[in-house]
């Protein structure tokens, strides 16, 4: 009797456990909230709720920086993004991990991509970290990220954020920096969590990797490590020597 009572209390549990989880992700099952308009350009569709004037700025923005992109990029053919914007950062937020997000206290977060699919806060109600301007800027950031999805889904958090930082929105690093900031170490930037990329200032100095990578080695080399995620079939060097190279050239111009 007391094996059966066991047995029927953890499938009791085990339903609970299922049903909150798919309570939590309801938010994530359709991008597309009631009532949302649609601007259709060259490059991408844009979706917005009620701030039709931000969405419009934000769109135009975007337009003209896509093709830069693709280029940069090296796209061999026109990929056209969907970008949902949403009024309120909380509705934003339980788009990619549901209602969990809303617990979490992330005032930071306000873009992101579901695959090759733009979400993002609207620039009219940035929130309590960000600003109109950085929330705009944000979305060319994010649609790097939708075309990397396209190179290569399991590109590695850190060379994935290093590159959408360099080709948009970067330079947060100044001279004498390193006086204050601790340089990730190399553990540091193995991780795959975005809260800890954010704890370990992996936004003020990804694109710094990128940067050295570009004026050491090539944008060409750039473009193979984000397709392979293979430092050692790149550049002939493990990746902790390519950290290592990195954080002597962050010594001899950020110091």
């Not at 009219?124 to 990397?148: C, F, R």
């Not at 999805?149 to 954020?161: A, S, V």
Request: charged share 25%.
């Amino acid at each position: 009797m007391r094996k059966e009572k066991v047995i029927k209390i953890s499938i009791i549990l085990i339903l609970i456990i299922a049903v909150a989880l798919i309570i939590n992700f309801v938010p994530t099952f359709k991008l597309k909230t009631k009532n949302m308009k649609l601007i259709k350009g060259n490059w991408l569709d844009l979706y917005y709720e009620k701030e039709e004037a931000a969405a419009l700025d934000a769109f135009n923005y975007a337009e003209k920086k896509a093709e830069y992109l693709c280029k940069k990029l090296a796209l061999k053919q026109k990929y056209k993004i969907k970008v949902f914007i949403y009024d309120k950062q909380s509705t934003f937020q339980t788009k990619k991990y549901g209602l969990v997000a809303l617990l979490l206290n992330l005032d930071w977060y306000i873009g992101d991509n579901v695959g090759s699919t733009v979400i993002l806060t609207s620039p009219a109600n940035p929130g309590k970290v960000h600003t109109y301007e950085s929330v705009k800027e944000t979305l060319p950031h994010e649609m790097v990220h939708a075309y990397q999805y396209l190179i290569n889904p399991r590109m590695k958090k850190w060379l994935k954020e290093g590159v959408a930082l360099y080709l948009t929105n970067r330079g947060q690093l100044k001279r004498g920096d390193l006086q204050r900031l601790k340089i990730p170490t190399y553990e540091d930037i193995q991780t795959e969590n975005p809260v800890k990329f954010a704890n370990i200032n992996g936004y003020t100095f990804a694109d710094k990797y990128i940067e050295y990578l570009d004026r050491k080695y090539g944008w060409s080399k750039i473009l193979q490590l984000m397709k392979t995620n293979d430092c050692k079939k790149v550049f002939n060097k493990t990746a902790k020597e390519i950290y290592n190279e990195w954080v002597e050239y962050l010594y001899a111009y950020y110091n």
